[in-house]
T-cell receptor, first 111, second 113 residues
Framework: SQQGEEDPQALSIQEGENATMNCSYK?????LQWYRQNSGRGLVHLIL?????REKHSGRLRVTLDTSKKSSSLLITASRAADTASYFC???????????FGTGTRLTVIP | NAGVTQTPKFQVLKTGQSMTLQCAQD?????MSWYRQDPGMGLRLIHY???????DQGEVPNGYNVSRSTTEDFPLRLLSAAPSQTSVYFC????????????FGSGTRLTVV
């Protein structure tokens, strides 16, 4: 499988704290993407980082990419109860025409 | 509203029955994909298409067929339903460059008894 693997599988934090999720993958990539899924809903695209980028920001989200270690991290700052969801990384492999998803991190933010 | 529309939202099938899950997008996206989501296994790619008339297999294609006669529609057919196909199915679409991410439908929850 060419999926990404997220770590940890589950994370529980207090509102206002930062949440960090990690993703490792196996092959060369064009880009890596992060998605959010609220319970019972479809996935929503959060942010994309290209293979030649090392860091990207979007609002309270910060994504880093280390292609030498084949890993990425998603940081959510000043978390809110509404951030409670599952977060997935997805890799767009070099030469491929689709995305491969990891198994996700379940984030719970306690009010 | 622009997006990906999946029907039905829920379906119960008996083992051996066939059915088609519908997926339509109105964003003129070239790429469309079908994923299944099972607990603890993330999303696994079933079939995908890079344009009308072109389809290819993903990670778990057995038991499923697809066709892409138009840019807008990408139906998924279950040929002879099995309990192992109980899952949540998601359709997604993207522009060719995959640079803005996938837009997902809201899913079809399928139970095979």
């Amino acid at each position: 499988s060419q999926q990404g693997e997220e770590d940890p599988q589950a994370l529980s934090i207090q509102e206002g704290e930062n949440a960090t999720m990690n993703c490792s993958y196996k092959t060369s990539i064009n880009n890596l993407q992060w998605y959010r899924q609220n319970s019972g809903r479809g996935l929503v695209h959060l942010i994309l980082i290209r293979s030649n980028e090392r860091e990207k920001h979007s609002g309270r989200l910060r994504v880093t990419l280390d292609t030498s270690k084949k890993s990425s991290s998603l940081l959510i700052t000043a978390s809110r109860a509404a951030d409670t969801a599952s977060y997935f990384c997805a890799v767009h492999q070099t030469g491929a025409n689709n995305l491969f998803f990891g198994t996700g991190t379940r984030l719970t933010v306690i009010p | 509203n622009a997006g990906v529309t999946q029907t039905p939202k829920f379906q119960v099938l008996k083992t051996g029955q066939s059915m088609t899950l519908q997926c339509a997008q109105d964003m003129n996206h070239e790429y469309m994909s079908w994923y299944r989501q099972d607990p603890g296994m993330g999303l696994r790619l079933i079939h995908y298409s890079v344009g009308a008339g072109i389809t290819d297999q993903g990670e778990v294609p057995n038991g499923y067929n697809v066709s892409r006669s138009t840019t807008e529609d990408f139906p998924l057919r279950l040929l002879s339903a099995a309990p192992s196909q109980t899952s949540v199915y998601f359709c997604a679409s993207s522009s060719r460059q995959l640079t803005r991410g996938y837009t997902f439908g809201s899913g079809t929850r399928l139970t095979v008894v």
